[in-house]
């Protein structure tokens, strides 16, 4: 039977949606309220080749969520909001806590809201908006699914920071890791594609986005990850530094006066891309720029690959080899020149592009002598968070033989 699943993803002043049919995966609708507290909120839905845009005042999440819920039923995209089976809700930090996806039941929203002095920005929010659907929807099930939990499965060695004991401890400074969603779609999808148990592979999983992470997966489960104990960590991003000489920060408040506050816009919304090139955190941009004769732009780009090669480099070492180079996000779809700047001359690992099937975007774009696959796929998170909803928020109960 078909099920009407709604996925959510609220941010600070936005809530992305996409309500889908399971198990066949088919998009019903999808869209985006932005702006949301601003008189010039923006709302966006798309149905198949229409879309409906509108400017209007949207106070708050609530608003947002009651705006929704109304369109879905005057463009007659559902019958009546009993017609939505379950929702799942895209959750920034699941800690320690939450190894899985889970359905939210009040102890684990008081857990997610506990867990946003880990996530200040990003966990309110997203409990607030698994409360406003709650309400709205009484009926249906809400599954949380966390951007962490795919990483709970790292030996300690992997997750912790060489600081004094209590920082753990005491205060959780650990690495969670992010993106754990579209690193677990992408690469079982990858077996699939490739007709192999992921539990028999060695998987390097590239996001690369405006946000980028890395993750070496085995046999299905992460060992490691680039992004840490917040998503900042790692590789380069769009407006995000990735990892740096952690003296430089205490530095630069010394020298120039800065508070945490300021320190945490410098590494999260000045820096990577944008702050080496000059022109943009978009890589687009910064690409046109370099094909122009920029020469920070030509070097922002070739540090963004080399700290990507660096970390392929080392997850082979601790994967004990490689048999799938995985390109996925924005970039890793898209980008033909970042792929091959991160694939040169790394046919002494078994490991080589086809040029035109790069270009081309293929599914799969190794060359004929390359042992290891190099793949591209579209990443699809919010699939992914309705088959959790579909997993455990709609599981028939087993029965039971006597
Ligand atoms: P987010 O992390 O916000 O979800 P996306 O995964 O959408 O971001 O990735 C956005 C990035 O993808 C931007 O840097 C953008 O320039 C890049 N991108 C999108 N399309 C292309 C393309 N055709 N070629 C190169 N880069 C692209």
Same mark, same amino acid.
């Given at each position: 039977m078909s099920r009407t699943i709604m996925a959510i993803n609220a941010g600070s002043s936005s809530l992305k949606f996409q309500l889908l049919a399971l198990p066949e995966g088919r998009v019903l609708c999808q869209g985006l309220i932005e702006r949301i507290g601003l008189a010039d909120a923006v709302f966006t839905l798309k149905q198949g080749e229409q879309k409906w845009q509108e400017t209007l005042t949207i106070a708050d999440h609530h608003a947002a969520a009651t705006l929704l819920l109304e369109k879905l039923l005057t463009l007659h995209i559902i019958p009546s909001l009993e017609a939505i089976d379950g929702v799942g809700h895209r959750v920034a930090h699941g800690g320690e806590a939450f190894k899985d996806s889970a359905l939210v039941t009040d102890a684990a929203l008081a857990e997610i809201e506990r867990l946003a002095e880990l996530a200040p920005l990003h966990n309110p929010v997203n409990a607030a908006g698994i409360r406003i659907f709650r309400q709205a929807l009484p009926h249906a099930p809400a599954v949380a699914v966390f951007d962490t939990s795919f990483h709970q499965t790292l030996e300690q060695s992997a997750f912790i920071y060489p600081l004094p004991w209590r920082y753990y401890d005491e205060l959780g400074i650990r690495r969670y890791g992010f993106h754990g969603t579209s690193h677990k779609y992408v690469s079982q999808l990858l077996a699939e594609k490739l007709g192999?148990?992921?539990?028999?592979l060695r998987v390097v999983s590239c996001h690369l986005g405006n946000g980028s992470s890395l993750c070496a997966i085995k046999g299905g489960r992460s060992v490691n990850t680039s992004m840490g104990f917040t998503p900042q960590s790692g590789v380069m991003m769009g407006t995000r530094s990735g990892d740096i000489d952690p003296s430089i920060l205490p530095w630069v408040a010394l020298r120039e006066g800065k508070t945490p506050q300021q320190l945490n816009t410098l590494l999260n919304n000045e820096s990577g891309l944008l702050g080496v090139s000059g022109v943009s955190h978009d890589y687009r941009d910064v690409e046109k720029a370099a094909q122009e004769g920029n020469a920070r732009a030509s070097l922002a780009l070739t540090l963004f690959a080399e700290r990507i090669r660096a970390t392929i480099g080392s997850y082979i070492m601790q994967l004990g080899g490689i048999d799938a180079l995985l390109f996925t996000g924005g970039i890793g779809e898209n980008s033909a020149r970042a792929r091959h700047a991160i694939c040169r001359d790394l046919y002494f690992l078994g490991l080589e592009l086809d040029a035109d099937k790069n270009q081309r975007n293929a599914s799969f774009i190794q #060359?004929?002598? #390359?042992?290891v696959k190099i793949a591209v796929i579209n990443t699809n998170e919010e699939l992914m968070i309705a088959r959790d909803v579909m997993r455990i928020g709609l599981a028939e109960p087993v029965e039971m033989s006597a």
């Amino acid at each position: 039977m078909s099920r009407t699943i709604m996925a959510i993803n609220a941010g600070s002043s936005s809530l992305k949606f996409q309500l889908l049919a399971l198990p066949e995966g088919r998009v019903l609708c999808q869209g985006l309220i932005e702006r949301i507290g601003l008189a010039d909120a923006v709302f966006t839905l798309k149905q198949g080749e229409q879309k409906w845009q509108e400017t209007l005042t949207i106070a708050d999440h609530h608003a947002a969520a009651t705006l929704l819920l109304e369109k879905l039923l005057t463009l007659h995209i559902i019958p009546s909001l009993e017609a939505i089976d379950g929702v799942g809700h895209r959750v920034a930090h699941g800690g320690e806590a939450f190894k899985d996806s889970a359905l939210v039941t009040d102890a684990a929203l008081a857990e997610i809201e506990r867990l946003a002095e880990l996530a200040p920005l990003h966990n309110p929010v997203n409990a607030a908006g698994i409360r406003i659907f709650r309400q709205a929807l009484p009926h249906a099930p809400a599954v949380a699914v966390f951007d962490t939990s795919f990483h709970q499965t790292l030996e300690q060695s992997a997750f912790i920071y060489p600081l004094p004991w209590r920082y753990y401890d005491e205060l959780g400074i650990r690495r969670y890791g992010f993106h754990g969603t579209s690193h677990k779609y992408v690469s079982q999808l990858l077996a699939e594609k490739l007709g192999v148990p992921l539990s028999a592979l060695r998987v390097v999983s590239c996001h690369l986005g405006n946000g980028s992470s890395l993750c070496a997966i085995k046999g299905g489960r992460s060992v490691n990850t680039s992004m840490g104990f917040t998503p900042q960590s790692g590789v380069m991003m769009g407006t995000r530094s990735g990892d740096i000489d952690p003296s430089i920060l205490p530095w630069v408040a010394l020298r120039e006066g800065k508070t945490p506050q300021q320190l945490n816009t410098l590494l999260n919304n000045e820096s990577g891309l944008l702050g080496v090139s000059g022109v943009s955190h978009d890589y687009r941009d910064v690409e046109k720029a370099a094909q122009e004769g920029n020469a920070r732009a030509s070097l922002a780009l070739t540090l963004f690959a080399e700290r990507i090669r660096a970390t392929i480099g080392s997850y082979i070492m601790q994967l004990g080899g490689i048999d799938a180079l995985l390109f996925t996000g924005g970039i890793g779809e898209n980008s033909a020149r970042a792929r091959h700047a991160i694939c040169r001359d790394l046919y002494f690992l078994g490991l080589e592009l086809d040029a035109d099937k790069n270009q081309r975007n293929a599914s799969f774009i190794q #060359s004929e002598q #390359s042992m290891v696959k190099i793949a591209v796929i579209n990443t699809n998170e919010e699939l992914m968070i309705a088959r959790d909803v579909m997993r455990i928020g709609l599981a028939e109960p087993v029965e039971m033989s006597a």
